[in-house]
Structures are given as C-alpha cells and as structure tokens.
C-alpha cells in the first residue's frame, strides 16, 4: 500500500517545478527545422536523462554535492548560467540551424538538464529521499518521480502535433517568446545563487 499523501506531495512539488506543460514552447523552439523521427527521439532522450540525473541525485545527492564540495547555491548559479547560454542562441536563432550533433546536444543539454532535471526538482528530489524510511515510502516517492516523468514524455511527444498547426511561422515566434522565457529563468536561478551566497556566514 503506498502513502498516498507522500505520493501526491511528491508528484505535484515536481511537476510545479518541471513544468510538463511548459516545456512544450521550448521544446518546439529547440527542435525546429528537425523530423518528426528525431524530435520523438530527443522527447525520450531527454526524459531519460532528466529522470537519469534525479535518480541519481536522489540516492547519491548529498554525498555527491559533499565529496566535491559543491554547495546548492553553486549548483544554481551553473545551471543559470548554462540557461543563459541558450536563450541567447534561442533570441538570435541560432538554436534552430541543423548540425551533426544537435539530436544529441538538444537531448543532453539544455532539456534533460538544467530545464528538466534543473536545480530546483535537484533539490526538491534530496528533500523527500530524505523521508525514505521504509518500502512504503520508497515506492510512493519512485512511482510519483515515474508518474511526474511520464507526464513530461507526453507532453513532448505530443507537441509533434503543434507543429503541424502553427507552422514553421508560428514556432519561430515561439522560438523567440521561449528566449524571453528562459533568460528569465536563467537571471532568478542567478539571482537566487548570489542571494544564498551572500547569506552565508
């Protein structure tokens, strides 16, 4: 039997954070111009990776964080930095030119992690492991990871479908709202590492 409090406290903390609904426009601005075929692949991909690193920070977090005495502010001020990156690619256009790599890049980086598996689900994730005490309660954190996970895949690979009705007009206009949106993101990930730090005795 699983502790249903624990689940949904789980699943909507995540899902609030990760935004399944919200990566739709950014998903579409960094797989213009690609297949069908290698978007769903980069919807996967990206899922993979995501719940790869939030698994792994589940279980292995605090030590990981400890041994290379990186701190949560640190890890914050990184993943700004990498969304900064590529909203400025997202605002100029660049994200959307065709390379060798880019399938792999865009799966990896920026949607796996920081935009998925970002800071924030990170830290949110080491919190609940931390409730971890039993298999009741195991199970109800790894289903509602799982469930947040699957909701983020559907989203993605459904989004093949708006495409096919705004057109490539319509998602270079998303393209360039999801620069605006992701520059923002990037500055209070920023802004809330300067903060932490300098809240530091």
Do not use: C
């Given at each position: 039997?699983?502790?249903?409090?624990?689940?949904?406290?789980?699943?909507?903390?995540?899902?609030?954070?990760?935004?399944?609904?919200?990566?739709?426009?950014?998903?579409?601005?960094?797989?213009?111009?690609?297949?069908?075929?290698?978007?769903?692949?980069?919807?996967?991909?990206?899922?993979?990776?995501?719940?790869?690193?939030?698994?792994?920070?589940?279980?292995?977090?605090?030590?990981?964080?400890?041994?290379?005495?990186?701190?949560?502010?640190?890890?914050?001020?990184?993943?700004?930095?990498?969304?900064?990156?590529?909203?400025?690619?997202?605002?100029?256009?660049?994200?959307?030119?065709?390379?060798?790599?880019?399938?792999?890049?865009?799966?990896?980086?920026?949607?796996?992690?920081?935009?998925?598996?970002?800071?924030?689900?990170?830290?949110?994730?080491?919190?609940?492991?931390?409730?971890?005490?039993?298999?009741?309660?195991?199970a109800s954190v790894a289903l509602a990871i799982v469930a947040v996970?699957?909701?983020?895949?559907?989203?993605?690979?459904?989004?093949?479908?708006?495409i096919r009705l705004i057109k490539d007009s319509g998602v270079t206009?998303?393209?360039?709202?999801?620069?605006?949106?992701?520059?923002?993101?990037?500055?209070?990930?920023?802004?809330?590492?300067?903060?932490?730090?300098?809240?530091?005795?």
């Open positions: 039997m699983l502790d249903w409090q624990l689940f949904g406290e789980v699943a909507i903390t995540l899902a609030v954070i990760m935004d399944p609904p919200g990566t739709i426009p950014i998903f579409l601005a960094l797989t213009s111009g690609k297949t069908v075929g290698v978007r769903r692949r980069a919807a996967w991909q990206a899922v993979a990776v995501a719940f790869t690193v939030i698994v792994a920070f589940a279980i292995f977090g605090q030590s990981i964080l400890s041994y290379l005495h990186i701190s949560l502010p640190a890890l914050q001020g990184a993943g700004g930095l990498l969304l900064l990156l590529v909203a400025l690619e997202l605002l100029t256009g660049r994200a959307s030119e065709p390379s060798a790599t880019a399938d792999v890049n865009v799966a990896l980086v920026p949607l796996g992690t920081p935009l998925l598996a970002g800071p924030g689900a990170i830290v949110a994730t080491m919190v609940f492991s931390r409730q971890v005490d039993s298999v009741r309660t195991f996970h699957v909701m983020l895949w559907l989203s993605m690979r459904y989004s093949v479908l708006i206009l998303v393209t360039r709202i999801s620069g605006l949106l992701v520059s923002a993101i990037a500055v209070q990930l920023i802004a809330d590492a300067i903060r932490s730090f300098v809240a530091e005795p």
